[in-house]
């Protein structure tokens, strides 16, 4: 089991490098000239490449990475804004925790009602409830979250007046962000639960557990939602990875100072430090994210954690016939 | 002696597309204290359906079901979980009727804890007893039932059925998803145990040679009625109903001397929906006459053995 986090781990900073490399790439062929969005456009071509020379831009491509690579990897310091000439380390260490609270509350809210949405859809099969939660899936899965996302903007901020559109300062301005992302969410995780219960609403075990006289709430809750959930709590998990990377639109709806929105400004003004720092660190949290769903697998399902148990109590044994 | 599970004229009918679904139609039985009574027949002909209802996982449409000679037809929620522990059923699969999140203790130990009747201390020593008792190695009690095999596996459903010492448990085929050797072992097992505890089954099943084996009794059934029953002997003697004839001689012959004569049937298999009144295997049956058409009753014909057909005088030559 330790053996196994720490491949998984080795393995997680390969990706992390693997990332590096590729977006640092990416962004040197891309086109436009940071030098120039500094400047403007009405710099001498000295001064250019003045500035070129500053940022370090004019050296051979391999001679910047190298550059990169080991400022980043080997010194720990991710550089200077471009632009803001913070550092990157610090920005980062400001947004994250706004938009992780930002991903959780929303994955959070998303699975409490979702999942016991799609419960109730399986266990009144064809009836109602199944039949509006359904829709309500359809619908929500459909629209565009940013649409959504404008329209709450609109009616909660314009008409109503009681939250606020944009900023962030009080609990109030999660408020929209989580709501407009999460009910996309909600319908994909309570259609994905209604067709893994449905899978098991049926199974013999179920009979048998109704055979042995245990009350029908306890039949759905203790019985069919262990086995039905194991494949929603994947599917929550790599959601939650999506919600670290994924709030740009969100972010940029709402002016919410995120991760996503220092992301998306810095990819509109080429500041490609920043650019570099937020694509590491998004690539180090989705790798480290998996990791614990794989993780949390064997304490969900016991037919994967009884293989690990065998397998540590057989090396014991060995062991101690030695 | 008096009947530990009796049924009363019991139905069960489906509502499907195009019709009603005759899957039980007016089975009256009655099983004795300690005694074994097969149910056989084709597959789709109610067996499994029949068993269902007496343990109360369907809801039969019509009729009476008596425990003890005590009414159980109609039960709420409290008298449900009472009846439960009177009477049980081991089913036929035993790969899907586990739950593969749950050990094999866990499995067992459910319904101890569930009727309260055992103290904590109890619940240990009670299910170490059902392991014994059914044959389960100790050291697989923390296993899961993916890694037994289909033998084991059933035994943990024989010792779930046996744990709160029910009167009567229904055999849903316990035997059809293993194979021979083992077949024969659960067999031996039910046996012993109904000796030791005097229990009442019902076993449903396809296979005639273990019915022989195991029953005091059988019941034939055919589209949901019982065409004929009798003292087990007697039937594999004695057959009077057309379709038990033909049943019976599709059992293989080891004697090359002596082949049985089989009786072939002709025909489709009539539809159990919307069935006509009359003779529900008529369309198959070599004596058919008008006479089949009416509405047939179930007589007895010579002492404990009975037979659903209008003609089984004149076929039979008891005249």
């Known amino acids: 089991m330790l053996r196994y986090v720490l491949q998984r781990l080795l393995m997680t900073i390969f990706v992390i490098i693997a990332a590096a490399i590729l977006i640092f790439t990416v962004m040197y062929f891309v086109p436009g000239d940071p030098a120039k969005i500094i400047l403007g456009p009405e710099a001498t071509a000295a001064d250019l490449a003045d500035v070129r020379h500053q940022l370090g831009i004019d050296r051979p491509f391999l001679v910047q990475l190298g550059s990169f690579m080991y400022n980043t990897f080997i010194k720990f310091d991710m550089g200077t804004s471009w632009f803001r000439n913070t550092s990157v380390f610090g920005g980062m260490l400001e947004r994250i925790p706004r938009t992780f609270l930002l991903g959780f509350l929303s994955i959070v809210l ?68 989580i709501l407009s992302g999460a009910l996309a969410g909600i319908g994909g995780i309570a259609r994905y639960t209604r067709s893994c219960v449905l899978e098991v609403v049926h199974a013999d075990y179920i009979t048998t557990a109704r055979a042995k006289g245990v009350m029908e709430r306890k039949v759905i809750y203790q019985h069919m939602l262990p086995n039905a959930l194991i494949p929603v709590l994947t599917n929550v998990g790599t959601s939650f990875t999506r919600c670290i990377g994924g709030t740009i639109v969100m972010e940029k709806i709402f002016s919410f100072p995120g991760v996503g929105l220092y992301l998306s400004d810095a990819i509109a003004s080429r500041d490609y430090p920043v650019i570099r720092g937020c694509v590491i660190v998004i690539a180090a949290f989705t790798a480290i994210l998996m990791l614990l769903v794989d993780l949390s697998y064997g304490y969900v399902d016991p037919r994967i954690k009884a293989q690990y148990v065998k397998q540590s109590t057989k090396k014991g044994k060995i062991k101690n016939v030695a | 002696m008096s009947a530990v599970i009796e049924t009363k004229n019991l139905k069960k009918y489906f509502s499907v597309p195009g019709g009603v679904l005759h899957a039980v139609d007016d089975v009256s039985i009655s099983i004795e204290r300690g005694k074994t009574i097969g149910v056989v027949g084709e597959s789709g002909c109610g067996k499994s359906t029949l068993g269902l209802c007496l343990v109360h996982l369907h809801e039969s449409t019509d009729g009476q079901i008596f425990l003890n000679g005590e009414d159980v037809t109609d039960l709420n929620k409290r008298q449900l979980r009472k009846f439960r522990e009177k009477a049980q059923i081991v089913f036929q699969d035993p790969y899907s009727s586990l739950n593969p999140r749950m050990t094999v203790d866990e499995i067992i130990r459910e319904p101890l804890i569930l009727s309260r009747r055992y103290k904590k201390g109890e619940l240990d020593d009670r299910v170490d007893e059902l392991m014994e008792l059914t044959g389960i190695e100790e050291r697989l009690a ?10 084991c596996r059933q035994r943990i459903g024989i010792a779930r059925a046996l744990s709160l010492d029910p009167e009567f448990i229904v055999c849903d085929e316990p035997v059809s998803a293993l194979d021979v050797s083992i077949q024969a072992q659960i067999l031996n097992l039910l046996m012993d145990i109904q000796e030791k505890s005097s229990l009442t089954l019902m076993f449903v099943t396809h296979d005639l040679s273990v019915v022989r084996h195991i029953s005091n009794s059988i019941c034939v059934m055919y589209l949901g009625q019982v065409v004929e029953m009798s003292p087990t002997e007697e039937l594999f003697l004695n057959q009077l109903h057309p379709y038990t004839k033909a049943l019976m001689s599709a059992v293989p012959s080891i004697d090359i001397h002596n082949p049985s004569q089989r009786v072939m049937l002709s025909g489709e298999l009539t539809s159990p929906i919307n069935p006509k009144p009359g003779c529900r295997f008529k369309d198959r049956c070599v004596y058919a006459t008008t006479a089949c058409e009416e509405p047939q009753t179930l007589e007895e014909i010579t002492p404990g053995h009975l037979c659903l057909c209008s003609r089984v005088n004149e076929i039979n030559q008891l005249v």
């Open chain 1, 110 to 177: 998303t699975s409490l009602v979702g999942i016991p949405m799609g419960v109730n859809a399986a266990t009144h099969h064809r009836k109602w409830q199944d039949k509006g939660v359904i829709s309500f899936a359809m619908v929500f899965m459909s629209v565009p979250e940013f649409w959504v996302a404008l329209l709450f903007i609109i009616f909660f901020s314009l008409r109503l007046n009681i939250l606020p559109s944009f900023g962030i300062g009080s609990w109030k301005n999660y408020v929209l962000p």
């Open chain 2, 142 to 151: 923390q296993s899961y039932p993916h890694e037994l095999d289909g033998g």
